[in-house]
């Protein structure tokens, strides 16, 4: 059963539409994270948080913004998608650092921009 | 800087046989390592993590891995394979001191069994 949760599970948009994807865990976690996962690539850590007011970029650059206001609630938006943002979009959260601690992942958001 | 190198993005085994998935990894201090799984439509779970404790390390569902620092490997295996094994499999690398953000990924194996 997922304490955390993305929605929505799937998003088709036009280019130039404002998204906002939302995620949220129950964990009571400071560590958050956003990666980004497209087929038969690694995994791309995009955004992260170490608690509220906290964010930093990732190893991928990306369009995106987030915000950590409250400590359970960790949303992503694109001011204007494009194409090239096609992707899937996995939200994590973890106990202490991701260097050592197991990440708890949502479901994710499939992605497309058409 | 860490990376991680998953050898085969597509693996089957026949049902009752043994699932071997292999991971090397590059780091340059000692690594802590993981293998994540992911079923279809969702996200990823952790299976097993290996931090410089005993170096055979027994996850869940009867899987396992053995670190060995000589080869820089941390190969997943589980000696009889069921169907609900298939699923993609991910091995990943940190470097304590690295930052705690500092997860690198490979890029994933899909396990098909045979039924």
């Known amino acids: 059963e997922a304490d955390i949760y993305q929605t929505p599970r799937y998003l088709v948009i036009g280019t130039g539409k404002k998204i906002t994807l939302e995620c949220s865990q129950t964990m009571g976690h400071d560590k958050m994270y956003w990666y980004q996962q497209d087929p038969g690539m690694e995994l791309h850590l995009i955004h992260y948080s170490y608690g509220v007011n906290s964010t930093e970029k990732g190893d991928l650059s990306s369009e995106s913004t987030v915000s950590r206001i409250r400590t359970e609630h960790f949303p992503l938006t694109l001011e204007s998608a494009r194409p090239s943002h096609t992707s899937q979009y996995l939200c994590a959260s973890s106990e202490e650092g991701a260097y050592n601690s197991p990440l708890h992942f949502g479901n994710g958001t499939r992605l497309t921009v058409t | 800087a860490q990376s991680v190198t998953q050898l085969g993005s597509h693996v089957s085994v026949s049902e009752g046989a043994l699932v071997l998935l292999r991971c090397n990894y590059s780091s340059s201090v000692p690594p802590y390592l993981f293998w994540y799984v992911q079923y279809p439509n969702q996200g990823l779970q952790l299976l097993l993590k290996?931090?410089?404790?005993?170096?055979l390390v027994k996850g869940i569902n009867g899987f396992e891995a053995e670190f060995k620092k000589s080869e820089t490997s941390f190969h997943l295996t589980k000696p009889s394979a069921h169907m609900s094994d298939a699923a993609e499999y991910f091995c990943?690398?940190?470097?304590?001191?690295?930052?705690?953000?500092?997860?690198?990924f490979g890029k994933g194996t899909k396990l098909s069994v045979i039924p």
């Open positions: 990943a690398v940190s470097a304590p001191g690295a930052g705690s953000y500092q997860l690198t």
């Open positions: 290996y931090t410089s404790a005993a170096t």
